[in-house]
């Protein structure tokens, strides 16, 4: 260790200008002997090749007593005002001291980029790897500032430059990444770059090294990766085919490529079934497609557009085979396709010339081909990897079935349309008891269509059933439950059962269902509310089965809540349902309506509610207006659910149009009361249905006093048609029955059935109604 102090400066021109006293011990020349000379006249041999530029390795140097000398030489350049180097300052120890050789050869012949740079960042040293990259001689970069460099190599080197200030400022070690485009010195790799400090005896940062290594392989495993989990979240956040392709489009452009489209099979898109195997020539429908290059021409074929695919093509070969096709310049398909799009498309030739690589990715799910994703590459960009095929599988195959599944529920969406459509009532029936206005507005929710229904169902007595329904649950099952329950209401409003008692009947029938075979109705569960409105009475009966109570908006433009009993949802069983009545003023509306009206994201329904009852009294031209000012006001912009209202304005009729007798139970008394339903016919102007109307009065106010219970009422209703009702206090319904040949009797209702529109019985509180209807006569045309 008693050479280490052993140095020298040599000038820029290889005069020794200054010399250490471990100088003069180790070779015996004392200062004023060897400063001054040329330090080629020191050395006993040439140095070997190599030495002078790398700054170091081993010389043998003449002694002064005429001896040679090895010695490990070791320079650093000098550098003057203008950053240049003006001379070396030269270091020597004994060849018996290898250490500090190999070092030096190590940091020379490192796989890594190396460099040493001095607090102003300028070029201390650099090794071979480094030089190799950068393609410059040390003599070029020694003294040069390396941000001078970076500029060079990478148009955007803040980064770096940055945290080397930081080990410069702090003395802290430093790390940092970079991707150099192809379009750099470097060409497209990824850098890893570690940032050192370099401090002399006292601790003081007298340089910094800086070493880097290729990560290139790594840097993209992690982009792989990245891609995919974000394509986990990104692709598929609805279920449409086309925002799906539009997702999958953006996940590709432009981190994995410069040109991405998606193309679909026609039946993809519809509502039918897969067809059979693609044919030669493929017709395939753009839906997505996105571009990242710049100078790029427009797509020729536009989203919603169809191409016909040649079978050598990328798109259609990867069909066929069912596997990715990795297609560029110089493959035999590739070119053909090229030039017969040229020939198609002679603006594009431009773009299709700087094609580096094309892939082609088909969109399987499930066993069935859906279409193909299609991606190029542009020219400075690389072509795709093996790497590259594996991710675009992955990614397409994750997109496939995303498509899949947006294609299945349009589909099953569909059905379940169609099926509620030609369940829900087309046109309301004729009757005068209400005029009513409707709207059902399917779910565009993701869970698929509800069970929503509505009905307006004309009863005897010119009444009239209004019914608002809804099956928890969505899809086809909730579509179908929704028909039967349906049907199941209309069929025992035709019995004219009051409304507790058709609930009663509705909640055994799905309780029946759900026990003999496990019917969804049971697993969905259901709501309804049944009300029947009397227009002769005015009066409003309903009960609720779990459904929310209906709005009334008064004449005078005050509106409230029907204080209706909610009883329990159907399906439930053993638990009663109780009816409410209410008299309401002609003119008011009457709105019924499912909870998907009401209802908002956290399940509240109070605020909809309030608002609902504010919006029923806006100033509206006409029911259809009003409907749709409920809608705009109260109904969520995203609703979750099926939403169904129907509103009703009452009618009432008036005295003139209803005629009413009590009758004595004495079949003496019979004629007398047929007379006076005559008088009031004629009074109707309605002489010409005197006949038919004096046969069915005899002969169910006949029947009332014989075989019912006092008291026993008449009533006469002109309204659409002519109404007549015998009352009584039995709750005996008759029945048509066929008469024999030589019986006296059996053949009254068979007469009234013959000679009337239609007929039938009802019980009431008081007992049962027999009733007939007849049409009126036509008014002569004026």
């Known amino acids: 260790m008693e050479h280490a102090s052993a140095a020298a400066i040599v000038d820029a021109h290889g005069t020794v200008t200054g010399w250490s006293e471990g100088a003069r011990r180790l070779t015996g020349y004392p200062a004023e002997e060897a400063v001054g000379r040329a330090a080629r006249e020191l050395l006993a041999q040439e140095a070997p090749p190599g030495t002078v530029s790398a700054l170091s390795g081993v010389a043998l140097v003449r002694h002064r007593d005429g001896s040679a000398v090895e010695l490990t030489l070791r320079g650093c350049p000098l550098l003057g005002a203008d950053g240049r180097p003006c001379g070396y300052a030269v270091t020597a120890r004994p060849r018996d001291e290898p250490a500090l050789t190999l070092t030096g050869e190590s940091f020379q012949q490192a796989s890594l980029s190396m460099s040493v740079h001095d607090t102003r960042h300028r070029y201390l040293r650099i090794n071979d790897t480094a030089r190799r990259m950068l393609g410059m001689s040390e003599e070029e970069l020694i003294g040069r500032p390396l941000p001078e460099v970076m500029a060079e190599i990478d148009a955007d080197a803040s980064g770096f430059l940055r945290l080397l200030r930081q080990v410069t400022d702090t003395g802290r070690p430093q790390r940092y990444e970079t991707f150099t485009p192809a379009s750099s010195r470097l060409g497209e790799y990824a850098w890893t770059i570690e940032m050192w400090p370099v401090r002399d005896p006292s601790g003081d940062v007298v340089a910094v090294s800086v070493a880097g290594f290729e990560s290139t392989d790594q840097h993209r495993a992690r982009e792989r990766l990245a891609l995919l989990n974000e394509a986990a979240t990104a692709i598929g956040t609805s279920l449409d085919v086309v925002r799906t392709a539009e997702e999958l489009v953006g996940i590709l452009v432009p981190r994995f490529t410069d040109f991405a489209g998606v193309d679909l099979l026609d039946w993809v898109l519809g509502a039918n079934e897969p067809l059979a195997g693609p044919a030669e020539n493929i017709m395939l429908r753009r839906v997505a497609h996105e571009s990242a290059a710049e100078g790029l021409p427009k797509v020729s074929v536009r989203p919603g557009d169809t191409d016909v695919y040649p079978p050598f093509s990328a798109p259609a070969r990867a069909l066929r085979e069912g596997r990715p096709v990795l297609v560029g310049p110089g493959d035999p398909d590739f070119d053909r396709w090229m030039r017969l799009s040229d020939e198609k498309v002679p603006a594009d030739r431009p773009f299709r010339d700087r094609v580096s690589s094309t892939l082609a990715v088909p969109l399987r799910a499930r066993g069935t081909t859906l279409g193909v994703a299609t991606a190029m590459r542009i020219t400075p960009r690389g072509p795709f990897a093996p790497d590259d095929i594996a991710l675009a599988e992955e990614l397409a195959s994750r997109a496939a079935v995303c498509v899949d599944n947006a294609r299945r529920f349009a589909r099953e969406r569909s059905t379940a349309l169609a099926l509620q459509h030609s369940l829900l009532p087309r046109g309301m029936p004729?009757?005068?008891?209400?005029?009513?206005?409707?709207?059902?507005?399917?779910?565009?929710?993701?869970?698929?269509?509800?069970?929503?229904?509505?009905?307006?169902?004309?009863?005897?007595?010119?009444?009239?059933?209004?019914?608002?329904?809804?099956?928890?649950?969505?899809?086809?099952?909730?579509?179908?439950?929704?028909?039967?329950?349906?049907?199941?209401?209309?069929?025992?409003?035709?019995?004219?059962?009051?409304?507790?008692?058709?609930?009663?009947?509705?909640?055994?029938?799905?309780?029946?269902?759900?026990?003999?075979?496990?019917?969804?109705?049971?697993?969905?569960?259901?709501?309804?509310?049944?009300?029947?409105?009397?227009?002769?009475?005015?009066?409003?009966?309903?009960?609720?089965?779990?459904?929310?109570?209906?709005?009334?908006?008064?004449?005078?433009?005050?509106?409230?809540?029907?204080?209706?009993?909610?009883?329990?949802?159907?399906?439930?069983?053993?638990?009663?349902?109780?009816?409410?009545?209410?008299?309401?003023?002609?003119?008011?509306?009457?709105?019924?309506?499912?909870?998907?009206?009401?209802?908002?994201?956290?399940?509240?329904?109070?605020?909809?509610?309030?608002?609902?009852?504010?919006?029923?009294?806006?100033?509206?031209?006409?029911?259809?207006?009003?409907?749709?000012?409920?809608?705009?006001?109260?109904?969520?912009?995203?609703?979750?659910?099926?939403?169904?209202?129907?509103?009703?304005?009452?009618?009432?009729?008036?005295?003139?149009?209803?005629?009413?007798?009590?009758?004595?139970?004495?079949?003496?008394?019979?004629?007398?009361?047929?007379?006076?339903?005559?008088?009031?016919?004629?009074?109707?102007?309605?002489?010409?249905?005197?006949?038919?109307?004096?046969?069915?009065?005899?002969?169910?106010?006949?029947?009332?006093?014989?075989?019912?219970?006092?008291?026993?009422?008449?009533?006469?209703?002109?309204?659409?048609?002519?109404?007549?009702?015998?009352?009584?206090?039995?709750?005996t319904s008759p029945h048509l029955r066929r008469a024999h040949a030589y019986d006296e009797g059996g053949r009254g209702l068979l007469l009234v059935a013959q000679l009337t529109q239609r007929w039938g019985s009802r019980q009431t509180g008081d007992g049962k109604t027999i009733w007939a209807e007849q049409p009126l006569p036509e008014e002569p045309e004026g």
């Open 430 to 731: 004729g009757q005068s008891a209400v005029e009513v206005a409707h709207r059902y507005l399917p779910s565009g929710s993701a869970a698929g269509l509800g069970g929503d229904w509505f009905d307006v169902i004309p009863l005897s007595g010119s009444r009239v059933a209004l019914v608002v329904g809804d099956v928890v649950g969505h899809g086809i099952p909730s579509s179908a439950t929704m028909g039967r329950l349906c049907t199941a209401v209309r069929t025992l409003a035709d019995v004219d059962l009051p409304p507790d008692e058709l609930l009663t009947h509705l909640d055994d029938l799905v309780v029946h269902l759900t026990a003999d075979g496990g019917d969804e109705v049971g697993e969905l569960g259901a709501t309804c509310l049944y009300a029947v409105y009397d227009p002769v009475t005015s009066r409003l009966t309903l009960a609720s089965a779990g459904h929310p109570a209906p709005a009334v908006v008064l004449p005078d433009g005050t509106t409230r809540l029907v204080p209706v009993s909610a009883g329990p949802p159907l399906g439930v069983g053993g638990l009663p349902f109780e009816a409410t009545e209410t008299v309401l003023p002609e003119g008011s509306v009457v709105a019924l309506y499912t909870d998907g009206l009401v209802r908002d994201s956290d399940g509240d329904t109070g605020p909809a509610t309030a608002e609902l009852r504010r919006a029923l009294t806006t100033p509206a031209h006409s029911l259809d207006a009003l409907c749709d000012c409920v809608l705009k006001a109260v109904m969520p912009e995203q609703p979750g659910d099926d939403v169904a209202l129907l509103l009703a304005r009452t009618r009432a009729l008036g005295g003139d149009q209803v005629a009413t007798w009590d009758v004595l139970p004495d079949p003496a008394h019979v004629a007398a009361t047929r007379q006076s339903a005559t008088e009031q016919l004629t009074e109707w102007g309605l002489d010409e249905m005197a006949f038919v109307t004096e046969l069915v009065v005899s002969e169910l106010v006949t029947n009332a006093i014989r075989y019912g219970a006092p008291p026993v009422q008449l009533r006469l209703i002109r309204d659409r048609t002519l109404i007549c009702e015998v009352s009584d206090g039995s709750s």
